[in-house]
């Protein structure tokens, strides 16, 4: 069996060429991005996980065709985010969105480029004690969407959990489980993140564990790192423990506002993410393209987060001025960007252009002179230049045209129309013939 012409083209960072993207309707009902792949590349435009994350910023009262329209829009720059199938489920693409925008809004507060307003919203932490009020330790929940529970590519482009690391300090150190859990038919990934002050000891796995109790997966995670980190472990023993505390209410938690001195766990947290995302990817030494990077990529989306995580400290969300919808702005140098894309900037002029000749023609309606509105709203052109641009508004303009016919098809002085005249939008010889023609009109009646 021959290679195909989409896998001959793939780059390392696994993407695809496409020639376009469109929404089909698939056998389950569920609406597909279908890709045309293209036969070679042509420009192939930077892409960054800001850059995915903000395609839909601006859809939350968008319906769910526009919303699949929007993402076909930004799949014919990308091509399939999650490896080499000719369709991808618009459901794995909102699902991936979702997770990038999170991870981002989180890294934008950790970097302090957005407002600790809303607390890293969806991050939870609860303050666990010991009865007389001692901190034992805190811990930070967060869960994010992966798809529905009957997986999709998105959700199966992340490795199983459960998945735990281990952060040392000095002061003590950082525990974070990540585990896989189902609920109202969507599948998540549920991080949970334990902060203490001094070193895992078996009395602090055990209180640990009373606090986990109702979570079976998270408990299995942390019964492992202990046995793991701690000689001698006695898995039994420690449940004992753990489960005297509980009966004894040794241990009690509250739920406490999340701030900006919390910013080193949210950190830790969105590394998290990225991580999960990045567990396929694999180390290339003899790759054949002079990139300099050894690392492949399964899936384009895998390599949109690695280069986000490469910059965590650099990165700075820009929102576009016509759309709303984010880009990326880290190491975005030279005059302030605007704009998401070209059709946006033009979108952009072509409405301040509209704006502008209404001015025009309203401020000339109000008796305001040429020469005025020249200077006012054309100050950057030649008083020449501007005057003959605003009669050609003017002239073209059907109201104005008929104010004149109707005060020329009245007796007595035509003001309005003189000034017309007078200013070039109208003609000596056009507003004769108004006249005559109103003349003949009285005459018949």
Same mark, same amino acid.
């Given at each position: ?62 319906? +769910? ?14 091509? +399939? ?13 909102? $699902? ?55 997986? %999709? ?72 790192? %202990? ?25 009690? $938690? ?9 910013? +080193? ?26 990139? %300099? ?153």
């Amino acid at each position: 069996m021959g290679i195909k012409v989409s896998d001959r083209l793939r780059t390392s960072r696994g993407r695809y060429p496409v020639n376009d993207a469109f929404v089909v309707s698939g056998q389950d009902g569920r609406k597909r991005i279908e890709f045309s792949f293209a036969q070679e590349w042509g420009e192939e435009r930077p892409i960054a996980l800001e850059d995915l994350a903000g395609c839909l910023r601006a859809s939350r009262d968008l319906d +769910p065709d526009e919303i699949c329209e929007r993402i076909a829009l930004f799949a014919r720059k990308t091509g +399939p985010l999650l490896g080499d199938a000719a369709d991808e489920a618009v459901s794995d693409w909102q $699902f991936a969105i979702g997770a990038a925008q999170e991870a981002i809004r989180m890294q934008e507060q950790v970097n302090g480029t957005r407002p600790w307003v809303s607390e890293a919203e969806r991050v939870v932490k609860t303050t666990v004690t010991d009865p007389a009020g001692g901190v034992l330790f805190n811990c930070y929940n967060y869960t994010f969407g992966i798809g529905p529970e009957n997986p %999709g590519r998105y959700s199966s482009s992340i490795p199983s959990a459960p998945w735990v690391r281990t952060f040392s300090e000095s002061r003590g150190g950082d525990y974070l489980f990540a585990v896989r859990s189902v609920e109202g038919g969507i599948e998540a990934f549920d991080i949970c993140l334990v902060s203490c002050e001094g070193s895992l000891s078996l009395a602090l796995l055990a209180q640990m564990l009373c606090f986990f109790n109702d979570q079976p997966l998270t408990r299995a995670a942390l019964l492992e790192m %202990g046995v793991g980190q701690l000689d001698g472990v006695d898995v039994a023993e420690v449940e004992r423990m753990a489960s005297a505390l509980e009966n004894e209410n040794a241990v009690r $938690f509250a739920e406490t506002p999340v701030g900006k001195a919390d910013a +080193p766990h949210i950190q830790r947290i969105v590394q998290a993410m990225a991580a999960l995302h990045l567990q396929r990817v694999t180390v290339d030494l003899f790759k054949s393209d002079d990139t %300099g990077d050894s690392l492949a990529f399964d899936t384009f989306l895998s390599s949109l987060w690695y280069d986000f995580a490469m910059q965590l400290g650099a990165v700075k969300v820009g929102y576009c001025q016509e759309c709303g919808a984010g880009f990326s702005l880290t190491g975005h140098r030279g005059l302030p960007k605007r704009y998401c894309s070209d059709e946006c900037r033009t979108k952009a002029k072509n409405r301040r252009e509209r704006d502008k000749v209404s001015r025009v023609r309203a401020m000339y309606m109000e008796g305001h002179s040429i020469p005025d509105i020249a200077r006012e709203l054309y100050a950057e052109k030649s008083e020449r230049v501007a005057a003959k641009d605003i009669v050609s508004m003017l002239a073209k303009w059907p109201p104005l045209k008929q104010a004149i016919r109707d005060e020329c098809a009245k007796k007595g002085e035509h003001p309005f129309a003189r000034r017309c005249c007078e200013d070039g939008v109208i003609s000596e010889r056009q507003i004769e013939l108004l006249e005559k023609r109103a003349s003949r009109s009285g005459r018949q009646r």
